[in-house]
């Protein structure tokens, strides 16, 4: 599996927003992946390699949280203020180690 970054393309009003942190074995899956939320012909993305997204300090909140119910909404969010690892963060302002990390349309998939 590898780790993508998505983000709005440059034709795109929101061009360089973040849409999301996706894993995935495929750029297909990804596809479907950013799919749900936008449409994946409007964004790019690059892979991220290793590295995560991490709280410093406490989060107060445990893992796993409460099943999902009506009456209880989804039973979990995220703690605020994540931290990114140095690699994902050298992603995030734009530095580059090797060609294959360049931003890249997402096509569809029938390409």
Avoid: K
Avoid at 11 to 16: G, L, T, V, W
Avoid at 57 to 68: D, E, I, L, N, R
Wanted: hydrophobic letters at 35%; charged letters at 20%.
């Amino acid at each position: 599996m590898a780790s993508y970054i998505v983000r709005f393309g440059r034709a795109d009003p929101r061009a360089r927003e973040l849409v999301g942190i996706f894993v995935a074995d495929t750029v297909d899956q990804l596809f479907e992946l950013v799919n749900e939320t936008e449409i994946p012909l409007s964004c790019e993305y690059r892979t991220l390699g290793n590295g995560g997204i991490y709280w410093d300090g406490s989060t107060g909140q445990a893992v796993p949280q409460q099943q999902h119910s009506d009456e209880l909404g989804s039973g979990y969010s995220l703690p605020s203020e994540p931290v990114l690892s140095c690699s994902w963060e050298a992603a995030f302002i734009g530095e580059t180690i090797s060609p294959s990390d360049q931003w890249q349309q997402i096509t569809s998939l029938a390409e």
